[in-house]
Structure formats: structure tokens, C-alpha cells
């Protein structure tokens, strides 16, 4: 069942230094982070994957899908179970990507301009949605089970599987961030009620054409892995955090990444139940770890970026 919604809103519903593939064999074994390359919503894309292994003794890597230079290189948000990657590209495929090794494991059509994806609880449906369509696919050979006219940019699932939420740039649900007024809307499908929070993140000038530019505005929204708090990265710098239970905005935290400058944060995910996080700092072309407690930077990640990032759990 999929739900629609509401406008201007993010929705949720989670030349480098880097080491090479065979010292990561072991990532078959260990939970990592995924994040395709930065892209533009059109056009090309670079064609790569950031793996970002959790145990520190491993170093982040690359995964090539698709072509660099070419559409089948623009990925956005990735889908992914055990150690397989599904990844959407606006030139209407996707591949499914062994992490650990860097190869190709299948290909199949998907829909033309998404490149966006998820996977139902039971991995074995994989949705597929571009700005104007959603599509579900069979995991196991791409076999298309369907396909509705309900466009976005962002998917979640409830928790038992049952509904898939459709949110973007026009829609949203479950937890959806209004661009320009920094109001969270978070909305409970089982009884119907919705509340709204007001927090600091605002910037009444936001633009989609001209993100660079803006002060505030919410980038990603990712779930705690015990699923009591909501978090957001937001451009002006800091990562705001949100109850579950009962919704609620619950504060900030500055990201001190860049002193000198602004601190734009895009890629965001949660670690140890709200201890840590990852999130890019788009104007430093950089992912920092958080402690979420203070802001401090635990860990610099140079030369890594990503717009999406997700937890891989392996």
C-alpha cells in the first residue's frame, strides 16, 4: 500500500586515499555504510559506490557500477541486504553489486529516471521509484511485478513490511521535513493523527535549483538502529534529533567540521543506538563521524561523500 502527501518535503521512512578491495575481503563479515557517489538530479554520474567498513582497523572503498561519465553511473539512494547493493541509475537499470568484492553479481531493467530504490522486509521485492513513477521488482531476477504513476524521491517501510511510504520534493510521510519553514511533520498511519514540530533549520529563500546557496534545510533523515529517535542533517550545519514515541523535536547539535566556514551537511546515518553518526560536509567534499552527544569530530573520512547514505547490515 503506498501513501501520498505533502508539499516542498524531504521525506523517511535509512584521487583518494582509500584502501584497496582485496584488504577488505572480509566485509562479507562486517556491517558497513553505502552511499553512491554525489550526482545531479539529470545527467551524468561518476559511476561509484563509497564503502565505508565500521571497524576502524578497515579503510573506506570504492565500488565501481554502471559507467563514469555516462547516466548508468547516476545513482542517488541505494538499496541493500547482507552484502549485496542494489543500485538504481537513471539510465533505467540497476545493478546488483557484490560489496566486498566490487563485482557485478546481475543487471536487469528497472525504470528509466529512478534511481532511487528499497527492498521489502523480506528482501525479496525491490522498489524502484523515479520522479513521476514507482515500479516493484522481483530481487531475485528483476521480473517487474508492477507499476504506479506516484513519483518521489525517497521510500520507506512500517515496520512489519505492510505499507511503503512515498515521499520527495512534492510529498511525504511518516517523518517529512518542510525545506523552507524547518517544520517536521511527523504522521502515524495507524491512527491517523499528524503532528507538526518547528525547529531552527529554515531558510524561506530554499531553492531546489540552487541548493549550494542555501543557509538551512534538511538533507537526510535517518532512524536510530533502536528506532526511538528520528535525526536530520541539515545544511546549516547541524543534526537535529527527534523522539519516535511520542514526536518531538528534541534539540540540536552543531557538526564543528569546518571552523572557518560553513558546515553544509548532506549523507547522514546513525550509529550505536544515537551515539554516533556519519554525515557528509558538502562544502568540504568530506564524511565526518559525530558524537552526537556534542558535535565533536570523532573521525575525518577525506575525499568521501556521499548525498544517501544507508546502513548495510551484514
Do not use: C
Not at 24 to 48: D, I, L, N, T, Y
Request: avoid cysteine; proline fraction near 5%.
Amino acid at each position: 500500500m503506498v501513501k501520498q502527501s505533502m508539499t516542498l518535503s524531504l521525506a523517511l521512512v535509512a584521487g583518494m586515499s582509500l584502501g584497496s578491495l582485496p584488504a577488505v575481503a572480509s566485509a562479507h563479515a562486517m556491517p558497513v555504510v553505502v552511499g553512491a557517489f554525489p550526482a545531479p538530479p539529470k545527467g551524468v554520474g561518476p559511476g561509484k559506490l563509497m564503502v565505508l567498513p565500521l571497524r576502524h582497523e578497515h579503510h573506506p572503498y570504492v565500488v565501481k557500477f554502471g559507467r563514469a561519465g555516462t547516466m548508468s553511473g547516476n545513482s542517488f539512494y541505494v538499496a541493500s541486504t547482507k552484502n549485496r547493493a542494489y543500485v538504481p541509475s537513471i539510465a533505467g537499470y540497476t545493478d546488483v553489486m557484490d560489496i566486498a568484492t566490487g563485482k557485478r553479481i546481475d543487471r536487469f531493467h528497472t525504470l528509466k529516471g529512478g534511481r532511487v530504490a528499497a527492498l521489502s522486509k523480506n528482501h525479496k521485492t525491490l522498489f524502484v521509484l523515479s520522479a513521476k513513477r514507482l515500479a516493484a521488482y522481483s530481487a531475485k531476477d528483476g521480473a517487474k511485478r508492477y507499476e504506479i504513476a506516484f513519483g518521489g524521491n525517497a521510500m520507506a517501510l512500517n515496520r512489519d513490511g505492510s505499507r511503503l511510504f512515498v515521499g520527495g520534493n512534492m510529498n511525504g510521510y511518516i517523518f517529512s521535513a518542510d525545506m523552507k519553514s524547518g517544520v517536521m511533520t511527523a504522521y502515524n498511519p495507524l491512527t491517523e493523527k499528524t503532528y507538526t514540530m518547528a525547529t531552527p533549520e529554515t531558510d524561506p529563500h530554499f531553492s531546489y535549483h540552487k541548493i549550494p546557496q542555501a543557509n538551512a534545510g534538511f538533507m537526510q533523515l535517518a532512524v536510530s538502529p533502536d528506532q526511538k529517535y528520528v535525526y536530520a542533517a541539515g545544511f546549516s550545519g547541524h543534526i537535529l534529533r527527534f523522539s519516535t514515541s511520542k514526536p518531538a523535536y528534541l534539540g540540536e547539535v552543531a557538526v564543528d567540521a569546518n571552523r572557518s566556514g560553513p558546515n553544509k551537511l548532506s549523507g547522514l546515518t546513525v550509529l550505536d543506538h544515537g551515539k554516533r553518526a556519519i554525515s557528509t560536509v558538502e562544502n568540504r567534499h568530506e564524511s565526518v563521524e559525530v558524537d552526537l552527544s556534542n558535535g565533536r569530530i570523532i573521525k575525518r573520512l577525506k575525499d568521501v561523500a556521499s548525498n544517501r547514505w544507508i546502513h548495510a547490515r551484514t
